[in-house]
T-cell receptor
Framework: AQSVTQLGSHVSVSEGALVLLRCNYSSSVPPYLFWYVQYPNQGLQLLLKYTSAATLVKGINGFEAEFKKSETSFHLTKPSAHMSDAAEYFCAVSVHRDDKIIFGKGTRLHILP | NAGVTQTPKFRILKIGQSMTLQCTQDMNHNYMYWYRQDPGMGLKLIYYSVGAGITDKGEVPNGYNVSRSTTEDFPLRLELAAPSQTSVYFC????????????FGQGTRLTVV
């Protein structure tokens, strides 16, 4: 069965600094990978997804992620953090012929002024 | 286009009471999911459905039931509420089980006292 592990339940960065949120996956078949963002008291919305095309995926709000098969990773980055990026971020995995989407435990991103 | 709509947004239940969380989507998606979100635990899959008349258990189905009589609706039933079911519940849908993302509702915050 597939799974994802997000390293760090809380990450703090200064405004303008690089954002790096880590996600490692486990899957016996090629995965589809997703990053979602959740703002307070809201549902989840998609930031970006990897679907076996380009390994570097660009998403909304300046975020991007790179699929690295050798490292089984799909880390999320943004060159310069904004205060509005403060939220909880979830990595998720799905595979062909399996109907489920499995989520990680989430990383709460704090932006320091 | 409303997307995924959940009702109610908030509810307080007494131990032993029952209730139904409503979820409807207007995107003609075949796949629908119920997750619960607890602090620090990410999203846990309760039940899912791949089409009308078809449902299956997720990771944490105990204490819940679902039905899928139409493509649009996927209600979640709690028969005998327990304090352990205090959580935020999210419904989601997606078009198919390959490289498509899930769309989420705004959530239902349930407290069992």
């Amino acid at each position: 069965a597939q799974s994802v592990t997000q390293l760090g339940s809380h990450v703090s960065v200064s405004e303008g600094a690089l954002v790096l949120l880590r996600c490692n996956y486990s899957s016996s078949v090629p995965p589809y990978l997703f990053w979602y963002v959740q703002y307070p008291n809201q549902g989840l919305q998609l930031l970006l997804k990897y679907t076996s095309a380009a390994t570097l995926v660009k998403g909304i709000n300046g975020f991007e992620a790179e699929f690295k098969k050798s490292e089984t990773s799909f880390h999320l980055t943004k060159p310069s953090a904004h205060m509005s990026d403060a939220a909880e971020y979830f990595c998720a995995v799905s595979v062909h012929r399996d109907d489920k989407i499995i989520f990680g435990k989430g990383t709460r991103l704090h932006i320091l002024p | 286009n409303a997307g995924v709509t959940q009702t109610p947004k908030f509810r307080i239940l007494k131990i032993g009471q029952s209730m139904t969380l409503q979820c409807t989507q207007d995107m003609n998606h075949n796949y629908m999911y119920w997750y619960r979100q607890d602090p620090g635990m990410g999203l846990k899959l309760i039940y899912y459905s791949v089409g009308a008349g078809i449902t299956d258990k997720g990771e944490v189905p105990n204490g819940y039931n679902v039905s899928r009589s139409t493509t649009e609706d996927f209600p979640l039933r709690l028969e005998l509420a327990a304090p352990s079911q205090t959580s935020v519940y999210f419904c989601a849908s997606r078009r198919h089980n390959m490289n498509t993302e899930a769309f989420f509702g705004q959530g239902t915050r349930l407290t069992v006292v």
